[in-house]
Nanobody, 116 residues
Framework: QVQLVESGGGTVQPGGSLRLSCVAS????????MSWYRQAPEKEREVIAV????????NYADSVKGRFTISRDNDKNTVYLQMNSLKPEDTAVYYC?????????WGQGTQVTVSS
């Protein structure tokens, strides 16, 4: 049974930082491309960061480029999202996703709220 469990969300002031974690189990983590998505109220879910299976390549949405960093530790079956210089518009539920051909799995999400 595959499980992805996100943690690290919370409420932070504008300009603050948070680090999200997503721990995977029940799959061969090192063979999956990992992504972070987010969904704000009344908006569609959007991909914001992607990292290849070996961690050698990352890509970011323009809205988070330069502020967020995705990384992974294949020994710990964990993908991270370091979020700096947070803005109110970053408020959303953040999800991790594991993907490879014909298979994809989602976590349950963790809420991030940026507010003064």
């Amino acid at each position: 049974q595959v499980q992805l469990v996100e943690s690290g969300g919370g409420t932070v002031q504008p300009g603050g930082s948070l680090r999200l974690s997503c721990v995977a189990s029940g799959l061969t983590f090192s063979t999956y491309l990992m992504s972070w998505y987010r969904q704000a109220p009344e908006k569609e879910r959007e991909v914001i960061a992607v990292i290849t299976s070996g961690g050698g390549t990352t890509n970011y949405a323009d809205s988070v480029k330069g502020r967020f960093t995705i990384s992974r530790d294949n020994d710990k079956n964990t993908v991270y999202l370091q979020m700096n210089s947070l803005k109110p518009e970053d408020t959303a539920v953040y999800y991790c996703k594991a993907w490879r051909v014909q298979r994809d799995y989602w976590g349950q999400g963790t809420q991030v709220t940026v507010s003064s």
